[in-house]
C-alpha cells in the first residue's frame, strides 16, 4: 500500500497532461521521419510488472 502522501482517490482519473516533446530545431531535424512508438513498463500494486513495447504511436513529418 502507498504511503498516504502517494494515495489518490481512484475514482478520479488521473490528469492528462498536454503531449510535448522539447528539441532544439538541430535535434528535430535529425529526427526520421515515419511512426514512432512509445513503450511502457506499469508495475501493479502486488509489484507485478508488465512491458508493453509499442503502448502508443505517433507520426513524425516535416
Do not use: I
Not at 532544439?24 to 511502457?40: P, R
Not at 513495447?53 to 505517433?58: L, S, V
Amino acid at each position: 500500500m502507498p504511503p498516504a502522501s502517494l494515495a489518490r482517490d481512484r475514482r478520479k482519473p488521473w490528469p492528462r497532461p498536454e503531449p510535448r516533446v522539447r528539441a532544439t530545431k538541430e535535434e528535430a531535424a535529425e529526427l526520421t521521419t515515419g511512426t514512432w512508438y512509445v513503450s511502457a513498463l506499469a508495475t501493479g500494486e502486488d509489484g507485478d510488472t508488465t512491458f508493453v513495447p509499442q503502448a502508443a504511436a505517433f507520426e513524425v513529418t516535416r
